[in-house]
């Protein structure tokens, strides 16, 4: 059954001594515990082009989604001059002890898609 789903907004996610830019999409109602899907796009993507590529759509079934643009895409590096960096997992866990804080993010229940 699908559910309405928020429109996104912006989040600014603690990364290092800076923040990563990214969108939140809430599924249904505020505080609801849900799945929670955390996407980025490789190489010179953007968590805009999320959107399209299946955040609103995992959003309208019921997903929480976080895209977010890491170093060396989009505004990571255009607004805080973030360059790519090859452990990519001292990216994604940062962006995951964010998504843990949100209201309505089931910790037990997180995929990544990227």
């Not at 609801?32 to 955040?55: K, L, N, S, Y």
Request: hydrophobic residues 40%; negative net charge.
């Amino acid at each position: 059954m699908a559910t309405s789903a928020s429109s996104p907004w912006p989040v600014a996610i603690p990364y290092e001594n800076n923040t990563l830019p990214g969108y939140f999409y809430r599924a249904g109602e505020p505080g609801v515990p849900r799945p929670t899907v955390i996407m980025h796009t490789g190489f010179d993507g953007t968590a805009e082009e999320m959107h399209f590529q299946g955040a609103a759509a995992g959003a309208e079934r019921g997903y929480h989604v976080l895209a977010f643009d890491g170093p060396g895409q989009g505004g990571a590096v255009h607004r805080e001059h973030l360059v790519f960096r090859p452990d990519w997992e001292n990216v994604v866990g940062p962006v995951l002890d964010y998504a843990l804080t949100m209201p309505g993010v089931d910790g037990t229940r997180i995929a990544l898609w990227g």
